[in-house]
């Protein structure tokens, strides 16, 4: 019974509906149970309770307006308001450890959450005694130290260590955590290693001996800081300790490029790292790199450089020829599953020191590295790690994009996101290459480019040169190119150059008729899902680095650096394995890894129905399971022809264990692979940011010219009449969100004013009989807070804004005024339907015989004659079955199934009794005219 009333709780409370009625009626009750004297039991159950009704996937300190966030708060104050708070303090210094463990956890959530999203944070209602004292203060300092309440271990694995070693990258210009820390500890090391035990350093490395017996640790350990003084650099060059490690790293040698990329090796990889950096910069170190290495009389290589641009020159002429030698360095095996991908790394090192650039381009590299830009297994891979602020950089990303590659398309403009979410929010320069993007007749490259764009567009110097481009195409692509139209309107520039089409006046025409609604419907559907949402299958979890926990929002630059690639072995009649690279995609808040199957022969692609499609997941040349480890064997997910029956359309999804597979139907019995989605779940499981759906009065107003625009069309004023006429709720609820989001301005809460809708909506949201649309009106009213104008009035009308800007939450200062329900009985309404009911059945002309059917009937309500009820019910039809076909008596024993609790063994035996009376087709057209039938 405690779990039933524990998910109708949770139930009820996640609508506007069943919140506003709880906190009005009920909800008071049971907490303050918790301060009685009851069962253990019964107390945990509450706690229980509420920590679910707590449970909504949002993250309160983000600097987002998530659209729960009204939700959340609403909550919040309700359960305040019910007294919660001092319940839950009484109860933390409990006598029962296990009751009180449960009140600390649930306290320090309320606590930092309503400090998030509240105007006013709760009081600590704590008496300290003699008795309470000790406990009362080590109540306050644990809820302090409320921070700690989410933290993630991960285990030390090979996914594991690959995250923590790829985040000690400079990521594309942005520095990582890592990278920033890495010259506080060189500072550190230079300051306590003397020459003498730098010297003893040097000796201990091994690097005069052969490489096999290199002390790497103390290589790395001289590297990251004592190294870095000139005396210190002049004794490394005498001893030939950069030469040797340089040497160690030409291509030719193939004693780097060819180890295993694996934990084991990554101290290698580091090492060669922060050579290159440290030769970079200084005029020593660039020698170095430039200078032919004699070993022997016979034996003599070029220089490090030289080297690596005929490696790149071998990638070319594979290009445009298809011709290789034995020895390519850079073939996709290698750059899969060995240390030779270290190497475009470094050229994105390169890219970041003037020397670097220069070498580059004295050695032609620069323009040799432009010609890569197209090839599947190299172009991610560099693109991930170049130095954007460089315009050679942004050239190169721009070829990748215009690649014919659709694998390369993708990767270079999901590129883009990665780096806008990293921080590199001047992307205006990209932004032009991505319309070109939106001329595609690849419909697969226009939603990427849609969808990117979209994103890029939160930064205003992006949107303005996106609308100098003047992307008319946006006009063809339906409901989403004209999402990004509305876009437009945040600017004087966009609604100048939308009115030169008539896109503003034919917009505004569809808002007012269906717009709107559309509106309500979409933002209550998103609530809905974001408040039950099933929990989503993932095919892989990995650990974020620690250099990247610091990021609200969801990165994947760290992602992409990984070699993750994906097995394909199909079972049956056409038996193939294949190695398919592997790309990352972020949709919403989903992070997707996605390899594309791209057959050599038709016949090759083409799968039964009896086959199965068999995927794993490798790193590097290693398999790993779903939780990262490494595995021995393939960690198979099947997608068998039982799967592929369930779906009959032509292009399916099929979804197995968090892999999605994609198939298009060729015939009756053969499919085509499109490819493979692994869905990644990244820890600490970033909320999903909810954000507020454009409105378009909302972008209207952000300018003087649109709001002209609107004041002209008249919408507003119909928006206000909705409100008091007589209309259905749901257009109410859309005039609700129209007028809030115009309120989202200063000029357009100024307008507001003039119209006197702020009170009318307050009104509403204090008045109204209506609990969904006084919810929908504490949302659209908490729009108002976003500006400083929109706190100052709420203010003087007796509401409370909270601080932080981006939560938008706006509460009246007495919570009476918002949780209340209509003064009367629920035993008169109830007393009401009787009185309606028993009207109905008193209309009913029935025989004597029927009446005493009736009575019994009723008795099978009760307890103490329901047997004999039973019994009589039975013998009735059993001697007179056409009792039992009566229209009268049908509807009058219907209308008391309405009003009345019935258990279901009895309600199965009236409908039994009646069955017969549906076999009559003069029946059925009679039964058409009575209300309860």
């Known amino acids: 019974m405690i779990e039933l009333a524990r998910r109708a709780l949770v139930m009820m409370s996640r609508s506007w509906v069943g919140l506003i009625f709880l906190a009005s009626s009920g909800l008071r009750e049971v907490i303050d149970n918790l301060r009685q004297p009851i069962k253990p039991l019964i107390k945990e159950g509450i706690l229980v309770t509420i920590t679910d009704m707590l ?25 305040l308001h019910c007294n919660l708070f001092p319940s839950l303090t009484q109860l933390a210094i409990d006598r029962d450890d296990r009751i009180a463990q449960k009140a600390r956890k649930l306290l320090k959530l309320i606590t930092k959450s309503a400090s998030d999203l509240l105007p006013e944070a709760p009081q600590f ?25 989410q933290k993630e271990v991960g285990s030390k694995n090979l996914l594991n260590a690959a995250c923590e070693f790829v985040s000690f990258d400079n990521m594309g210009g942005v520095s990582s955590v890592n990278w920033v820390l890495s010259g506080i500890y060189k500072q550190h090391a230079m300051n306590m290693v003397d020459d003498s035990m730098f010297t003893a350093l040097l000796n201990k490395s091994n690097v005069r001996q052969d490489p096999s017996r290199w002390d790497w640790d103390t290589i790395y350990e001289i590297l990251a800081g004592p190294i870095s003084t000139p005396q210190r650099l002049q004794i490394a060059h005498k001893t030939k300790f950069l030469k040797n490690l340089l040497g160690f790293f030409m291509p030719s040698k193939r004693l780097f490029p060819d180890l295993h990329w694996h934990p084991s090796n990554f101290v290698k990889a580091r090492v060669g790292s922060i050579l ?52 390519r360095l850079f073939t996709p095996e290698m750059m899969r599953g060995h240390m030779a991908r270290e190497y475009f790394k470094w050229i994105g090192q390169f890219t970041m020191f003037r020397n670097g650039r220069k070498l580059m381009k004295n050695f032609g590299i620069d323009t040799k590295v432009m010609k890569l830009a197209p090839i599947e297994h190299l172009s991610p891979i560099l693109m991930s790690n170049l130095d954007y602020k460089e315009e050679s950089s942004r050239i190169f990303l721009s070829y990748a994009m215009q690649s014919k590659s659709l694998f390369v398309r993708k990767h270079a403009m999901e590129h883009l996101r990665v780096l806008f979410r990293a921080g590199i929010y001047n992307l205006g320069w990209a932004v032009t290459e991505l319309v070109n ?26 949107l303005l040169t996106f609308i100098k481009t003047g992307p008319q195409t946006l006009t063809r692509l339906g409901e989403e190119g004209n999402k990004s139209l509305i876009r437009f309107l945040s600017s004087s520039s966009g609604v100048n150059y939308l009115s030169h089409f008539d896109f503003i006046e034919k917009e505004m025409e569809k808002w007012k008729q269906s717009g709107n609604l559309e509106y309500v419907k979409m933002v209550e559907q998103r609530i809905e899902a974001g408040l039950s949402g099933t929990k989503k299958p993932y095919a892989l979890t990995l650990p974020t680095p620690i250099a990247y ?31 398919v690279d592997t790309t990352i995609e972020i949709e919403g808040d989903d992070v997707y890894m996605v390899g594309k199957f791209e057959p050599e022969t038709s016949e090759e692609s083409l799968i039964t129905k009896k086959d199965t499609i068999a995927v794993c997941l490798m790193l590097g040349n290693y398999y790993i399971d779903s939780r990262g480890q490494e595995s021995g064997e393939p960690d198979w997910i099947n997608c068998t022809k039982e799967d592929r029956e369930v ?27 499109l490819g493979v989605r692994y869905r990644l779940l990244v820890l600490p499981r970033a909320a999903p940011t909810m954000l507020f759906p454009r409105h378009l009065y909302g972008e209207l107003v952000k300018t003087k010219l649109g709001l002209n625009k609107l004041k002209e069309s008249g919408d507003v004023e119909y928006l206000l009449e909705s409100l008091k006429k007589h209309c259905p709720i749901i257009e109410k609820r859309a005039a609700l969100w129209g007028l809030g989001h115009i309120g989202c301005t200063e000029r357009g809460v100024k307008y507001l004013i003039s119209l006197n809708a702020v009170d009318n909506m307050i009104e509403i949201a204090e008045k109204s009989p209506v609990l969904s649309l006084r919810g929908t009106a504490f949302q659209a009213v908490s729009l108002l807070a976003r500006t400083n104008l929109g706190k100052t009035e709420l203010s003087k009308r007796g509401w409370a804004c909270s601080e932080p800007i981006h939560a938008t939450i706006a509460m009246p200062e007495n919570p009476s005024s918002i949780f209340w329900l209509e003064n009367h009985s629920y035993n008169d309404v109830f007393s009401e339907d009787i009185r309606r009911i028993e009207a109905i059945i008193d209309s009913v002309e029935l025989t004597e015989e029927q009446t005493e059917v009736l009575k019994n009937i009723v008795a099978l309500g009760g307890v103490v004659n329901r047997a004999e009820a039973e019994q009589f019910l039975r013998n009735k039809r059993m001697e007179s079955p056409q009792t039992f076909q009566s229209v009268e008596l049908f509807h009058a024993v219907m209308s008391l199934l309405a009003a009345y609790n019935f258990k279901v063994p009895s309600r199965r035996l009236i409908h039994k009794l009646f069955e017969r009376i549906y076999r009559s087709q003069n029946n059925l057209q009679e039964l058409e005219n009575f209300k309860y039938i």
């Not at 449970?55 to 359960?79: D, G, W």
Request: glycine residues 4%.
């Open 549 to 579: 926990m610091h990021s609200e929002r969801l990165e994947a630059a760290w992602i992409r650096k990984l070699p993750f690639s994906i097995t394909l072995h199909v079972y049956g009649r056409n038996s193939v394995t294949v190695y």
């Open 647 to 673: 779906d009959s359309q032509d292009q399916v999804t099929i979804e197995k264990d968090g892999v999605l597979f994609e198939l298009k139907k060729e015939s009756q019995k053969t499919f085509s692979l």
């Open 125 to 149: 209602p704590i008496i300290l005694d003699s008795t309470s004292a000790g406990k009362a203060a080590e109540l306050v300092a644990d809820i302090d130290s409320s921070t700690r309440l």
């Open 437 to 462: 993007k939106l001329y595609s007749p690849d419909k697969e490259t226009i939603s990427c480019a849609l969808s990117v764009i979209d994103e890029l567009c939160q930064e205003k110097e992006n």
């Open 55 to 79: 449970s909504v996937p949002i993250e309160t300190s983000a600097k987002q307006n998530n659209l729960l966030n009204n939700y959340l708060a609403m909550l919040l104050r309700a359960l």
């Open 276 to 327: 290159i950096s440290l030769l970079l910069s200084q005029d020593e170190g660039v020698q170095l790199l430039t200078q032919t290495f004699s070993e022997s009389f016979f034996v003599s290589r070029r220089s490090y450089m030289g080297e690596l641009a005929d490696a790149i020159d071998e990638e070319i002429s594979v290009l445009e020829s298809g011709r290789s030698s034995a020895g």
